[in-house]
């Protein structure tokens, strides 16, 4: 089992940055794969991006590559992303998820079997 909790949301202004950790709780947080997703208001969650258990790989959304950056430290049991030039459209729920030896299909929130409560990202224009 494997407890994850997201912070660092909160109010920017358009073009600003924030960083947001995801900490896991265990011992074997270098297995797995960690995702980030987002949920705006009115809208279904969707894909922001990954990092491979294996390798460190990254993944993004076409509406984010290049403005976010997704890391991990296994050493902290920590995985982190990097907003910058932070949008109004970039407003929502993020949520950070873990699947252990996750691989296939990880763009997708069903590949993914813990999930953390969510932090509030509002970017103001």
């Known amino acids: 089992q494997v407890q994850l909790v997201e912070s660092g949301g909160g109010l920017v202004q358009a073009g600003g940055s924030l960083r947001l950790s995801c900490a896991a709780s265990?011992?074997?947080?270098?297995?797995?794969?960690m995702g980030w997703f987002r949920q705006a208001p009115g809208k279904e969650r969707e894909f922001v991006a990954v990092i491979i258990w294996s390798g460190g790989k990254t993944y993004y959304a076409d509406s984010v590559k290049g403005r976010f950056t997704i890391s991990r430290d296994n050493a902290k049991n920590t995985a982190y992303l990097q907003m910058n030039s932070l949008k109004a459209e970039d407003t929502a729920v993020y949520f950070c998820a873990a699947v252990r030896y996750g691989s296939t299909d990880v763009l997708r929130e069903r590949a993914y079997d813990y999930w953390g409560q969510g932090t509030q990202v509002t970017v103001s224009s």
């Open positions: 265990g011992r074997t947080f270098s297995t797995y794969t």
